[in-house]
């Protein structure tokens, strides 16, 4: 579903235009603090992953959301799902990042919750989560995904989680 509407947030495809909020967010050490790619370096490795985004919704006619408060039109966070390959299958990658100043407030799991919504009956959805990742393993766990395994992911241990 390209835009989904929860209690508070709306969830809808990302567009060219999210670029300064796609890079304005993964350029922030704090939100990448998890990530082993680090934040992004530069504006044109934003581009590269909005762009690769853009083509999941095109392809597949699913990919990650922009999440902007009902009412408002700033971008706080990125999440949903993509077909991806995790561990040498074919899955439905869960995503989450937001803002420093969306933390704290139940979105990511609200976000969470929505997409495993729109994930029923499309595949496996899972979630790989840096194993040092806490505040992203609770969310999960929240939203009632469970730990499967521990595999490398990005040249460090991940934990997969399963809907």
């Given amino acids: 579903m390209e835009v989904v509407q929860t209690a508070r947030m709306l ?3 990302v567009t060219a235009d999210d670029l300064p909020a796609v890079h304005e967010l993964h350029s922030d050490p704090r939100t990448s603090v998890y990530s082993p790619a680090g934040p992004s370096p530069d504006l044109e490795s934003s581009r590269a992953m909005l762009d690769l985004w853009l083509a999941d919704w095109d392809e597949r006619g699913l990919g990650y959301w922009a ?3 009902l009412g408002e039109t700033r971008v706080i966070g990125f999440g949903g799902l ?3 390959i995790v561990d040498r299958g074919e899955v439905l990658n869960l995503y989450y990042r937001f803002r420093p100043s969306a933390w704290g407030h139940g979105y990511a799991l609200e976000l969470v919750e929505a997409a495993l ?3 029923e ?5 899972v979630a790989v ?3 040092t990742n806490a ?7 929240r939203a009632g995904m469970r730990k499967d395994r521990t595999i ?3 040249g460090v241990p991940s934990d997969v989680y399963v809907a």
């Fill in 67 to 69: 999440v902007r408060l």
């Fill in 82 to 84: 993509r077909r991806a």
């Fill in 121 to 125: 009956g499309l595949g496996q959805v």
């Fill in 152 to 154: 490398p992911y990005g």
């Fill in 135 to 141: 505040p992203s393993r609770r969310v999960a766990e």
């Fill in 117 to 119: 919504r729109v994930g």
């Fill in 11 to 13: 969830l809808s495809r």
């Fill in 129 to 131: 989560i840096r194993d």
